[in-house]
């Protein structure tokens, strides 16, 4: 009798039920990182403006510009609570029961009293594909060590305006305490950062399509 093998390629690795999807590497995978996420989550706070992080004032030269607003967090926290929020409304859907809250921690808490059923239906190796990812990536932001991605260059969002907006993983990409700015001088001040990434994503996908 031929052994089913997990769907995720880890060849050594049997299922361990009749009819499901995952192995026990997967699922315990998949365990861990629902643990983990709201650690993580919790930690890229800090990140999202590194002047909550209490360091050495007198530091000068060769520290990291303190005031910035960091876009790669922003949009890594958002992912982790929407991807979330998406799996729960899934199995929510398909259990006939309430998500019991928004948070990140209590959506990781329902999502792992679910792992089961997440184990024995092919969408299990998607859930456990993009859990990997996540914690993968909010770990980046917080650590992103040595050769991490420079700075992500994008096309200024002011109609017209041939200047591009600078804005590195690892610092915001800030020009000054509370703006952003276009190398054409346009700039917007904290406020508008959100409203400015938004429209820095969708000409991104206008590009892409």
């Known amino acids: 009798m031929k052994a089913d093998l997990c769907v995720r390629n880890h060849s050594p690795e049997v299922i361990s039920a009749t009819g499901n999807v995952l192995c026990v590497s997967c699922v ?3 365990e861990r990182h629902l643990r983990t996420l709201p650690g993580l989550h ?3 706070l800090h990140q999202v403006s590194p002047t909550a ?3 050495n004032p007198t530091r000068v030269s060769g520290s990291r510009r303190r005031d910035h607003l960091n876009i790669s967090v922003i949009d890594a926290r ?6 979330l929020e998406s799996w729960s409304d899934v199995v929510a859907e398909k259990a006939g029961v309430a998500v019991p809250g928004r948070s990140v ?9 679910h792992l089961q059923w997440f184990a024995s239906v092919p969408p299990g ?3 456990a594909d993009e859990l990997e990812s996540l ?17 992500l260059v994008r096309a200024c969002v002011v109609d017209g305006c041939g200047g591009t907006i600078s804005v590195s993983p690892g610092s915001g990409g800030a020009v000054g305490a509370s703006s952003i700015g276009c190398s054409s001088g346009h700039s917007w001040e904290m406020p508008e950062w959100l409203e400015l990434r938004q429209l820095m994503e969708r000409q991104r996908k ?3 399509a």
């Open 105 to 113: 921690p209590e959506l990781a808490r329902f999502l792992a009293q």
């Open 42 to 44: 919790r930690e890229s």
């Open 28 to 30: 315990r995978q998949v």
């Open 78 to 83: 958002s992912r982790v609570l929407a991807v």
């Open 135 to 151: 914690v993968a990536e909010v770990r980046g932001t917080i650590d992103p060590g040595p050769g991490g991605a420079g700075a």
């Open 125 to 127: 190796a998607d859930f």
């Open 53 to 55: 992080r209490g360091t």
């Open 206 to 208: 206008g590009v892409r």
